[in-house]
């Protein structure tokens, strides 16, 4: 199997789908960028990329309505924090018109985004915003962490008839994996297994995936044997996977780098200790950055973002890996 980064498997599921489906259109601040996924991609489809102005509120409302009737816009908003700015168009809109309708309209829209710190670009182009969109019903919400993923699931979304938030770690982006030849597709819905153990449940989301599995190979050293889940996809998603996960291992940890309060981190934690309050021997973990503005300074936003050594101590606080307590 070949070597590619998740920009070009991402490239690659946006080149096989518009091949096969002429109602595919990428629209969007810098879609004809010199770097990224769609590097190029405009001199292959002619006519069906658009560079659209700074004015996202009207270029995702005319994306909606191009959805609306007929057309699957990929629209390209380039970083999440831009979502902000047409909020309506997204949440008030697009999520809404099929319910609304009675499935009388459908919303076959893909948002792209990238997302999360890294790249020392201050708190207006560095945050993790998916908490706010998996909150809201009618929006699918998609974080691939993994070159692999990021191609099935770009391959999925392009065939939803639901609006779809499709992010992308920034810091991702030329991350080599493996990834098949053959067009396929990853269904939404359904969490990834990447590290099986049996002492701790570590859920983590997009780039924290690979920070999480960090601290595993640090837990196993000492006998900690940590079952790494990447949810892949937020909205809907997967609770059984978590639920059978933390029945087994009787502890968990979330890592998340989207703030603590009212973030995806607390939402799974509640739900597996409304759900699954049985199955636990310890408390639950979160990891998370701080309740506060993404620092410019390179040594603050290194220190505000989540590491593994923080996902280290927050499992060993579990009580993960020491003996059950005995029976009175």
Known sequence: MRTITYAQAIREALVERMGQ???????????????????????EFPGRVLDMPITESAFVG??????????????DLLFVDFATVCFDQIVNQAAKLRYMTGGGVRVPLVLRAMWGTGMRRGAQHSQALHPLFVHVPGLKVVTPSTPADAKGLMATALQEDDPVLFLEHK???????????????????????????????????????????????????????????????LSPFDN??????????????????????????????AQVAQDCHGALRGPVRMVTSPHAPVPFSPALEDAFTPDAAEVVEAVRATGAGEPAPALA
């Open 21 to 43: 489906d002429e109602s595919i259109v990428l629209m969007g601040e810098d879609a004809t960028s010199a770097w990224g996924p769609t590097q190029g991609i405009e001199q």
């Open 171 to 233: 810091m991702l982006y030329f991350t080599p994996g493996e990834v098949p030849e053959e067009p396929y597709a990853v269904p939404f819905g359904e969490a990834s297994v990447v590290r099986e153990g049996s002492s701790c449940t570590v859920v983590a989301v997009g780039r924290m995936v690979q920070v999480a599995l960090e601290a595993a190979e640090r837990l196993a050293e000492s006998g900690v044997q940590c079952e790494v889940l990447d949810p892949r996809t």
């Open 240 to 269: 059984a996977a978590v639920y059978r996960s933390v029945e087994k291992t009787g502890h968990l940890v979330v890592v998340d780098e989207a703030h603590p309060r009212c973030g995806l981190a607390a939402d799974v934690a």
């Open 62 to 75: 005319a994306a909606v309505g191009a959805a609306a009737t007929g057309l699957r816009p990929v629209v």
